[in-house]
């Protein structure tokens, strides 16, 4: 049973950072592709950012050059570093997984219970 478990969210001043963590269990880590979403109250689930499992990237317009993703495949953990929080990054942050970068980037396969990043202004 594949499971995904978010960490690192809080409240933080805006221009602040945090690092969300999310560790995965019951799949195969090093060939999966990564994910992280988030979803503002009253809007829909967006894509963040994806790593593939030869860690190409992708990242929204609306973080890019803010947030970073990253992958430790030795400790089955997915990691986003964001930089430059503000306000509108308000929102449940999601780690999701599945086989491939583009099923990553479609919302396929398995997801995390999220974890609230709160930036206060």
């Known amino acids: 049973q594949v499971q995904l478990v978010e960490s690192g969210g809080g409240l933080v001043e805006a221009r602040g950072s945090l690092r969300l963590s999310c560790v995965v269990t019951?799949?195969?880590?090093?060939?999966?592709?990564m994910g992280w979403y988030r979803q503002a109250p009253g809007k829909q689930r967006e894509v963040v950012a994806g790593?593939?499992?030869?860690?190409?990237?992708y990242y929204s317009d609306s973080v890019k050059g803010r947030f970073t993703i990253s992958r430790d495949n030795a400790k089955n953990t997915v990691y986003l570093q964001m930089n430059s929080l503000n306000v509108e990054d308000t929102a449940v942050y999601y780690c999701?997984?599945?086989?491939?970068?583009?099923?990553?980037?479609?919302?396929?396969?398995?997801w995390g219970q999220g974890t609230q990043v709160t930036v206060s202004s």
């Open positions: 790593i593939s499992h030869v860690r190409m990237t």
């Open positions: 999701n997984t599945a086989r491939t970068f583009s099923g990553v980037l479609a919302g396929e396969g398995y």
């Open positions: 019951g799949s195969t880590f090093s060939i999966n592709s």
